[in-house]
């Protein structure tokens, strides 16, 4: 140990005297040192030895530095895990929202898109009165003519407008009806995606 030198805060910690105290002993020459090649204080244990008794080892003062800063990594890995899963909570909140927003939006959507479908099917029903009873009075209005024997131009005209008006009504009826299964495949697709996202939540959050 003659040969071993330490420094100032190692000889408070062997002799159990504060830092002051060296540094004061030191100063005062009670206790001789030296400088090392960074300008620091060092002193001969046995140096040290003859002012202070030695009451602990540099086995015990390394083993506590060692729990120390092995209990300061632990705390620091502990803050990091904290701030992790801190982080982790506002992400899954923000997607909670978002998941909220896109549903709310997706009823709304799909509100709209019934609404739409119940008019088309009022429309539709409507052209397909009023085709059924244009229609009948084409049918009548033929019957009538052609009992009299008496088909002149202007009726002529009136039964060619009238078929026209059906061709008219036929086209527009086809058009509802395509419209129509449109927006019920949009309804469709949105359950379907509702469905598979209220599945994916329930699996990421239980």
Known sequence: MSNTKVSVRQAAKLTGKSRETINT???DGIISCTLNERGHKVI??????????????????EQSEAVKSDSKLTVNQSSEAQAE????????????????????????????LESEIENLRETLERSQQQQKQTMLLLTDQREREEGRGQIQNEQDRKLDSMEEKMKEL??????????Y??????VDLLERQQLKSASFWERLFG
Do not use: W
Request: hydrophobic share 35%; aromatic share 2%; proline share 2%.
């Open 181 to 186: 299964k449109a927006q019920q495949e949009k």
């Open 85 to 112: 899963l801190a982080m982790l909570r506002e992400r899954a909140d923000r997607l909670t929202k978002e998941n909220e927003l896109l549903l709310s939006e997706r009823r709304r959507e799909r509100s709209q």
């Open 170 to 179: 036929r086209l527009l009826n086809k058009r509802i009806l395509k419209r």
């Open 44 to 61: 001969d244990i046995a140096e040290l030895q003859r002012v202070y008794p030695i009451v602990h080892t540099m086995e015990e003062i």
């Open 25 to 27: 002993a030191t100063n």
